[in-house]
């Protein structure tokens, strides 16, 4: 697997306060990577910390250098490979406090690389906008705007006409400006010299996400704003697509600067789908896009684990059968109580409450006290809805025609197997350990698209797209109704 960043240069410390290697001047040779996970490395020739370091980074003591301690760094020969900028470090050489200073490490958290040295005031929590090139998303997008056409008059000249659009989409929500744009770019069809006779020119479209905050926006609300788009792009495609690099565009002193962002966010994945197992294309859901990212910055923050359970197990599979099944029951489990949590007490909880009180208040005399304790934590969450409720209740908000009797056996099926791995272990003694994965299997596959569903509905999808999706087409004929299926579950018609 390559690096998308394996340079070699001189570094020093940013903001210098360690006297010998406080500038370029007085730098030392070394050399950074950076995996596609984000994980970053730099090793260097020589020690930045002078003749004797500091004990804050003796071996036997923690390696964390001290938060705004940062590494400055220049690339190429010349600078000709630009500049980076590590942050949040942690010295991974060891050595004893007698030795002499000798080669050293480094990992990072983040690092930002830019084109040109990073100013003195460089501040990572005054960037102003988020720039994200959605490569590999084109066929996706479908915002392809390119046309050749030919022109010859059957003489010894010819003409090709080139047109173009360059598109701007623009979102308003609360939080932020959302704009879709195409930018043509043009080796050397542009430019001064354009005219020039030439054996070859190029022409390319690329398109960019820009997230503007309308408010004061930290690094770590940008990384946040960036994951978030990430995981809406993932809901719809149906499978997640690892989105390029961010870049952060300001803070570089009289003019803004655009700053190439990594930081670490786990394994790669470029692979769209096929067109015809994904829920939604982007023309299909263009008008209410930012609405729908909107709605899902808010619920994810909201509901938590109920969505992040979900969408990591999109980021990382999950390899165990037993593994995927908790992951996504726990998944319904948290969102339904966040739900519980937004209205009113039910009657019936109500009156679970009271019963269980009137039961609690039996044993109201002092001999009776360890009893009546013993009791309060024995039923303090008996009034809660069970597994089975919890999910019946939740893909029962689903725009599609479930039958009712199917869902609760389907759900009661799920109780019982989830209460297998919690109490028994796994399988029961009395059954094989084959037919229980393979029940599990088709319990888990069957959950994932309804869960799946169930979030896309949340955030705002069309009842009529979402129903589409599920019923007809390439995605639904070939993986949601024969799972739905293997689990005892059939579409009907309409109601239920």
């Not at 982007?282 to 979900?310: C, M, N, T």
């Not at 937004?342 to 208040?361: D, F, H, L, M, P």
Request: with cysteine.
């Amino acid at each position: 697997m390559t690096n998308v960043l394996d340079k070699r240069g001189v570094f020093w410390w940013f903001n210098g306060t360690v006297g010998q290697t406080a500038s370029i001047k007085t730098s030392v040779p070394g050399a950074i990577t950076i995996s596609e996970e984000g994980q970053i490395k730099l090793a260097l020739e020589g020690s930045l910390w002078g003749e004797e370091a500091p004990g804050s980074v003796r071996w036997d003591e923690p390696r964390w250098l001290p938060h705004g301690k940062r590494i400055a760094g220049q690339l190429g020969d010349y600078g000709d490979g630009g500049y980076v900028l590590l942050d949040d470090l942690e010295r991974t050489d060891f050595s004893l406090p007698d030795e002499k200073p000798g080669r050293q490490s480094y990992e990072a958290l983040r690092c930002y690389s830019c084109d040109s040295p990073f100013v003195e005031t460089f501040d990572p929590d005054r960037f102003r906008e988020l720039r994200i090139e959605l490569l590999g998303l084109d066929e996706w997008l479908g915002l392809e705007s390119i046309r050749l056409e030919e022109q010859n008059d059957d003489g010894e000249d010819g003409e090709v006409k080139v047109t173009y659009k360059n598109h701007k989409i623009l979102y308003k929500t609360p939080v932020a400006s959302i704009q879709l744009e195409s930018l043509i770019l043009g080796v050397p069809l542009f430019g001064p010299l354009s005219d020039r006779p030439r054996s070859q020119v190029s022409i390319q479209q690329t398109n960019w996400l820009v997230y503007t905050p309308t408010g004061e926006c930290k690094l770590g609300d940008f990384q946040t704003a960036y994951r978030r788009i990430e995981e809406l792009i993932a809901l719809l495609l149906g499978t997640y697509f690892r989105l390029d690099w961010p870049t952060l565009v300001g803070n570089c002193g009289e003019f803004d600067g655009w700053f190439k962002f990594y930081f670490y966010r786990g394994p790669a994945q470029h692979q769209l789908p096929p067109s015809y197992l994904r829920w939604a294309t982007f023309s299909s859901v263009r008008d209410p896009f930012g609405e729908l990212l909107y709605q899902w910055q808010i619920k994810a923050e909201r509901y938590g684990s109920g969505h992040e359970l979900y969408v990591a197990s999109l980021q990382n599979p999950l390899p165990r059968p037993e593994h995927r099944f908790v992951n996504v029951v726990w998944a319904i489990e948290s969102l339904h109580r966040n739900w519980q949590r937004e209205v009113c007490e039910s009657e019936r909880e109500a009156k679970g409450k009271r019963c269980i009180q009137n039961i609690i208040e039996r044993f109201s005399d002092a001999a009776d006290r360890k009893i009546k304790k013993w009791l309060e934590g024995k039923l303090k969450y008996a009034y809660e809805p069970t597994l089975e409720e919890r999910i019946t209740e939740a893909f029962s908000r689903l725009p599609i025609s479930l039958k009712t009797s199917q869902l609760r056996v389907f759900a009661k099926r799920c109780a019982k197997r989830r209460n297998d791995i919690s109490h028994e272990g796994g399988h029961r003694s009395d059954e094989d350990r084959g037919a229980f994965l393979a029940d599990l299997q088709d319990l888990t596959d069957a959950l994932v698209f309804l869960f799946h569903a169930l979030l896309l509905h949340e955030i705002g999808i069309g009842d009529d797209q979402l129903k589409a999706a599920m019923t007809t087409g390439g995605l639904a004929e070939l993986r949601i109704l024969p799972a739905l299926r293997r689990a005892g579950i059939d579409m009907l018609a309409s109601g239920t």
